[in-house]
């Protein structure tokens, strides 16, 4: 579970999140909103590369604010990047060691845990391929493996299956579906693509603005009046 | 040299019992059968000057080793590594004169020491990269310079501070002393030859292993390692302790490959000619390191005492070679040459069926 309260982020004269408070109760959490509203920035405070002015982040009873930057993927916070961050020159085996080896106490070796994530993610390819030479889609694959190897406590996936053709986000859909009960972790989905987040997330909370405008079970949310708003504009808007 | 070993044991993935693959076992023997060739084979096809030249080549190609590993590896440019090669030869003579530690002990503290001021010298990476880097650490050379020929580097009274008058320096300095078992050039080569292998073997663990890894992750973006758990400050500085070390050990070899060292030996623009050659060379194979040694230094010798051309010409083919090398073959020569014998074989093999079918 991770709790928010009262958040807020500044960048000069821009409040990229204002005072958002909000629960991830566990699972998978969508995290909605229209461009500029403040999802990323949120991100990257979790991952403590930004610092807020105000509130507090708790995740498993854990201040996280507390902790430094790369602290944070020791105590089990991983994420994906909206442009993915595959490393070109290495493996697909090393880039998901190197991971697995700045993370916490794991109870198996490298190898079976990097076997493990690849196997769970669904990428049948050698593991000695450089991944320099791979497609889109193996790379958003092996981002997410590399999110998942060992013992994620909290996965932030930040657009896992942007740029991908309908039939493999559909696959990223339910490798997604399967990461809480298989890892135990708490998931939070940013997307933009409303049918991925509706597969996935049991609850969604949406921002607008760097303000949180609703949040709750995925199906109410995003038949919420205020959320419509927020997406398609109102008349005085335009 | 390059990249041998097996990564991380990536055959026990699928549950095989530890298997070396066959490709890895080609590069080891290849690897070995060149240094039994550059080791025994060698000495005995050329002159005694090309021997210095040879070893001159060998400590070199270890300074490049600990440029690319600092650009190739870690994406951060030092233009200072010239600079801690002098301060790890001035360390090294300095020793020398100073104390009777054996050999290869004195090897591993200027290698420590070297170690300590390289990361001091690294510590602007944390906070700049790019072009402030270079600039900052090509002033560092810069300084080194003035230094040096300031105070008469390396000035070799006795002891660890002892001066000679102006005059006597040229005939009374006593030659740095090399190690009991490689007294003439030859043996002293070899000996140069197995310890800059040491180095390349030291080198390569640490790229093939869980420091590469890290390294390549910051290479690639800091944010990202940073979200993956990496101490990027732990492994930049990492990352010049162990060029710095690699470098001060080089540097102390020179010492008594020179016997007596001077400052005119290190100019800064030398720096620049090293990072020039190793990106000629490839700065991601630990192979471009030997290359960029061959041309900073065998070159040199070639165009000056074999062909007697002005060895300042070289820093124009360098540049062209560099500008060729950053147009159209990023990897260097290490990667290219190979790329470009398989095409050459595949042509070969092409011409040669076509004229047996005719």
Known sequence: MIEVEGLTVRFGGVTPIDGMSVTFPGGTCGLIGPNGAGKTTFFNVLSGFVRPVAGTIRAFGDDLLKMGDFRRARWGLRRTFQTEQAIEHLSVFDNVAMVHEHSRGHGVSKTQAVAD????????????????????????????????????????LDEPAAGLPDEE???????????????????????HDMSLVSACCQTTAVLDFGKLIASGPTAEVLRDEHVMRAYLGTEEEL | ??????????????????????????????????????????????????????????????????????????????????????????IGARMSYATSIPFPILLVVDGAITCVIGVLVGLPSLRLSGLYLALITLMFAGAT?????????????????????????ATSTPPVRRPSIAHGDTAYYRYVVVVVAILFVVALLHVSTKPGRAWAAIRESEPAALAAGVNITLYKMWAFALASFVTGVAGCLLAAELGVPR?????????????????????????????????????PFIFQAQWSIDTNFLLIIFGAGLLQVLLTAPGGLAEQFPKDMKNLGKLLWRLGRRVTQR
């Open chain 2, 145 to 169: 310079t003035v230094v040096l020929s300031v105070i008469d580097f390396p000035n070799g009274g006795h002891g660890f501070k002892g001066r000679l008058g102006a005059g006597q320096l």
């Open chain 2, 263 to 299: 400052a005119i030996t290190f100019q800064t623009q030398d720096s620049l000619t090293l990072a020039a050659t190793a990106l000629i060379g490839g700065i991601f194979s630990l192979w471009g390191a030997i290359v960029a040694g061959v041309f900073n230094q065998l070159l």
């Open chain 1, 117 to 156: 994530a690849l196997e769970f993610v669904g990428l049948d390819l050698s593991p000695k391929t450089k991944v320099g030479g791979l497609g889109a889609r193996e790379r958003r694959l092996i981002e997410v493996a590399r999110a998942i190897v060992g013992k994620p406590r909290v996965v932030l």
């Open chain 1, 169 to 191: 986000t559909a696959h990223m859909g339910r490798v997604i579906q399967r990461i809480p009960e298989h890892f135990g972790a708490l998931v939070v989905l940013v997307d």
């Open chain 2, 1 to 90: 040299m390059s990249v041998v070993g097996t990564r991380g044991g990536t055959a026990v993935l699928r549950r095989a019992p530890v298997a070396v693959e066959p490709g890895t076992l080609v590069r080891g023997a290849v690897v070995v059968g060149l240094l039994a060739i550059v080791i025994f084979a060698l000495p005995s096809l050329v002159g005694s000057d090309w021997i210095t030249t040879f070893t001159s080549v060998a400590i070199y190609s270890v300074v490049a080793l600990g440029f690319g590993i600092l650009y190739g590896r870690v994406g951060m440019i030092s233009l200072g590594q010239v600079a801690l090669l002098s301060i790890g030869c001035w």
